[in-house]
């Protein structure tokens, strides 16, 4: 299934959960009795492994989904690495997915200025999936810019389909506005 989609989700979980389980369970030569004993060992094994199969399937130029999981697993080690892997994710991805999982990931690492970074170099609100502007407006006001906030709300404006939106865009001004009154001078 990843050969004809490597973005499949629910197939990368799947696969990767097998790859985490026999990492942990057997060494490196894939004997049991090799296998790491703490449980530290066994988590960077389990890691290591998915961390491979994340890299094999993002060769193919079509994969945003695998860079997404690598990046997940180098957020807290390789700032420029993860920087990378989500820029070329985002890249690949024409409907805005990856730039939602991106944006989602940077915020949840408490990088929110990242994110901002990432998805005013990337986002298309003509055509990238609304959700884009969630992650924006959410990851302007964790960085204390909710003039900057206010703007991506304006910019779901650009969207084709209003009445599709109109909920998430009035969902988004109530937060902008709320954050607003929080901060003193705006």
């Known amino acids: 299934m990843l050969s004809d989609d490597p973005n499949n989700v629910r197939a990368f979980a799947a696969l990767a959960e097998i790859v985490r ?5 057997a060494g ?3 004997d049991p009795l090799t296998a790491p004993q703490d449980e530290h060992e066994r988590q960077r094994a389990a890691d290591l492994a998915v961390w491979s199969l994340g890299e094999e399937l993002a060769g193919n130029p079509r994969a945003w989904y695998p860079l997404i999981e690598v990046a997940r697993l180098s ?3 390789d700032h420029e690495g993860t920087l990378r892997r989500l820029t070329t994710a985002a890249e690949r991805d024409p409907s805005g997915s990856a730039l939602v999982e991106a944006l989602s990931l940077l915020r949840e690492a408490g990088q929110p200025v990242d994110a901002l970074g990432l998805g005013v170099g990337h986002w298309r609100p003509r055509e990238h999936d609304p959700e884009v502007a969630r992650q924006l407006v959410l990851a302007a006001i964790e960085a204390d810019r909710p003039l900057e906030a206010k703007q991506y709300v304006a910019n779901l404006e650009l969207y084709p389909d209003q009445a599709a939106i109109s909920g998430l865009r009035d969902e988004l001004t109530h937060v902008v506005a709320e954050a607003q009154q929080a901060m003193p001078g705006t």
């Open 28 to 30: 490196p030569d894939g």
């Open 21 to 25: 389980r026999r990492a942990a369970d």
């Open 75 to 77: 957020v807290r080690d």
